[in-house]
DNA sequence: TCCTCATAGTCAACTTGTTGAGTAGATGCC
DNA sequence: GGCATCTACTCAACAAGTTGACTATGAGGA
């Protein structure tokens, strides 16, 4: 139900198709919920069976024909009560994380590959999230936003995105250390 | 395939039962990844059926009969082999960060709720954590522990876990702020 | 004595998420 | 001129994860 209701509230900005959506869950959703393009097609219809979502046809020159999807007042009631739902804990789930723990087992230069392959994707995913976040702001400082701005959750969501890619760099840059100078004391050794 | 090499990992340091590991799936493995008991039964039957893991039976006396799960050298073959593998990219996911995401569109006085609930349980975790910790580093120093230790993988790995909630404990403080905040702003305005 | 909790699982049904391939027109690039 | 790429999907099959109920035994407390 969950994904669900991540595309509800990605609809809260305005109409949507599918293909569209599916940018936006590699994009700023991304920083709490992902999804596949079948997912996104699957659930939408579904949604769209049980009359949370609108879809509106439109054909264009040039483009295939689009479906766009909006919110209705019943997909609207059915966020909102999603938000009085306790939700369900959550976990880091991290092939790489499983990789390190059985490190001393496995292949280490591979790990560390991995790890360095790692950071790079968080840093180029912590730079785009920071753009994100100059664009929300506009040009306001931060307190001032938070105090006055219409909606704040995407801010604060993409907040908690920044800071889990700042920690996962932080991490690896760990990793890394830890490992180049476990193999400089093998090479002594 | 990274539940079954999760739990090859897990193995690496001793032979367990389902029960077991289900308990250890709660606590330290919990970190990077999570399972259901279902889901380890399932997993181990079939792992045996492929050789990866070796079941011994053991009767008790006042207890249940159990099956104790041993690493094979084909299992540890194929988690050496995982290790090589380009891990899954991760993100996080998590039903809170959506509720926040839609709370101009639903009922914040819950979310509040929600999000104490949540600093609660990252507080207890990072606790239990830190003990963990403790226990690992032994007499060590930390600089010395990953210089020396035979096996820092568990270590690394309960490390990104203790920032992960270290992270959680301060988001939570910043939307509980930002949230009273902005319900004081509405009582005066 | 009954009730709950802990141990140690099994079974079935369901939902969610992943993978891979296919359709079809338009634009851009070399 | 041809080939890749972008838009905008659809279909089928499979893998992974969740939920709830059920079996059995023993220990500890009210």
Redesign the interface.
Known sequence: M?LR??I??TL?DGESSGYDLAKSFNAS??????ATPQQLYRELDKMESQGLVAARVVEQQRRPTKRLFSLTDAG?AE??E???R??????????????????????DK??RR?VA??MA?AETKLKRFERLRERLLGESAEAEF??TA?????Y??L???I??EQ?NI??CE??LA?LD??AG?DRLG
């Not at 959703?29 to 992902?34: S, Y």
């Not at 306790?86 to 087992?105: G, S, W, Y």
């Not at 219409?150 to 995407?154: C, D, L, M």
Request: net charge positive; aromatic share 8%.
């Open positions: 969950a209701n991540a509800l509230a809260l959703v991304a920083n709490f919920w992902t609207a966020l909102a999603f938000t009085t306790a939700p369900k804990p959550t976990a880091i789930r991290d092939e790489l994380l499983v990789q390190v723990q059985a490190l001393e087992a496995g292949d591979e790990v991995a392959d790692r994707v938070l105090a219409p909606r704040v959750g995407p604060l969501t907040a908690r995105g800071a889990f920690e932080r991490w760990t990793v830890v100078r476990r004391g």
